[in-house]
């Protein structure tokens, strides 16, 4: 596509480490590199942090298909944390978790790993308290207090109905993550465009980017990652009009504290039609935004005016 009709072609450029034959980052960034040599126009999208299969007591938990769950999770929050309390029930919870799916190599989207899951991996189930990534595993808080993962997860969740655990899908290895952020053609963006609206979350893709990858690490400089999160993207797309603050341009601006800005942890919300779910991340350190010159978010809070406007590529 790209040789033939010189059309620009983006991908996903993922690692995992599931599958029987994980595919490497390089094999597909070397294609990239390939086909941009022989006068294609290619690029990798990359996330800056692993994508997730994310569990709540107040959304989806790895449990929910076994029967003795699902006859819990069918009642309102309040009558189950009263279950969850009662010794008898929480024993046979636990005890039916050995009846689950054994996990296996076949490689699962968030998707998949909430609605149809395998035993989880405890090892590689984190309880999330910080969007900082160094958060403990399920198995790590089971070991420190001599409990059983399931027993550790319905105690956490007691403690605090809002507590995220997080299931990494694909890009685990931070440092493979990192390989493919500095490739040149990788553009820092990935996302389903909230298809997943209640199992995954990457609204965190640019404050992760500024308060890991630039403050904590310092892989990146301030101004470099900038760059990739404006310019390159706007290159990319061949959106002639964005990407850079000068005249004749769209005036679209985020204005942030660069040793504030992070990620909060995410929650659910029910403000979907029908009462339906969602996830929903916020930041802290972001003072305003700018979209075509217009205020429309202040301090996280919305003003009301809606500036957007459908952007549009080179066939536009």
């Known amino acids: 596509l790209t040789l033939t009709y010189k059309r620009t072609v983006m991908?996903?450029?993922?690692?995992t480490r599931q599958g029987d034959d994980p595919v490497s980052w390089r094999t597909q960034a070397n294609a990239i590199q390939d086909a941009n040599k022989a006068g294609g126009r290619m690029f990798g999208q990359v996330g800056t942090r692993s994508i997730n299969a994310i569990y709540s007591l107040k959304s989806y938990l790895p449990f929910d298909v076994l029967p003795e769950w699902q006859v819990v999770r069918e009642r309102p929050l309040s009558e189950q944390l009263q279950i969850l309390r009662d010794p008898a029930r929480r024993r046979a919870l636990i005890e039916a978790e050995q009846r689950m799916k054994p996990k296996d190599n076949v490689l699962q989207g968030g998707g998949a790993a909430t609605l149809d899951p395998r035993k989880?991996?405890?090892?590689?189930?984190f309880a999330l308290k910080s969007m900082d990534w160094d958060d403990p595993t399920v198995a790590e808080l089971s070991r420190a207090r001599g409990t059983h993962?399931?027993?550790t997860m319905i105690e956490l969740s007691l403690d605090n109905p809002d507590q995220i655990y997080v299931w990494p899908v694909v890009n685990e290895d931070r440092e493979d993550l990192l390989g493919m952020l500095k490739h040149d053609f990788a553009l820092a963006t990935f996302s389903d465009a909230g298809a997943h609206s209640a199992q995954e979350m990457g609204a965190c893709l640019q404050t992760h980017f500024l308060h890991y990858w630039v403050n904590r690490r310092g892989a990146f400089t301030l101004e470099q990652a900038v760059r990739k999160m404006t310019r390159d993207i706007a290159d990319a797309f061949e959106l002639k009009d964005r990407g850079l603050l000068q005249?004749?341009?769209?005036?679209?601006v985020v204005l942030f504290e660069a040793d504030r800005v992070r990620p909060c942890v995410p929650k659910i919300e029910t403000d979907l039609p029908g009462g339906a779910r969602r996830l929903v991340q916020k930041a802290d350190?972001?003072?305003?935004?700018?979209?075509?010159g217009a205020l429309t978010m202040e301090n996280g809070q919305s003003t009301g005016t809606f500036t957007g406007e459908v952007m549009k590529g080179a066939l536009g």
């Open 11 to 15: 991908f996903g450029l993922l690692s």
């Open 149 to 151: 993962p399931v027993e």
């Open 285 to 292: 350190g972001i003072r305003a935004t700018l979209v075509n």
């Open 120 to 125: 989880p991996d405890y090892d590689q189930l």
């Open 247 to 252: 005249p004749g341009y769209k005036a679209d």
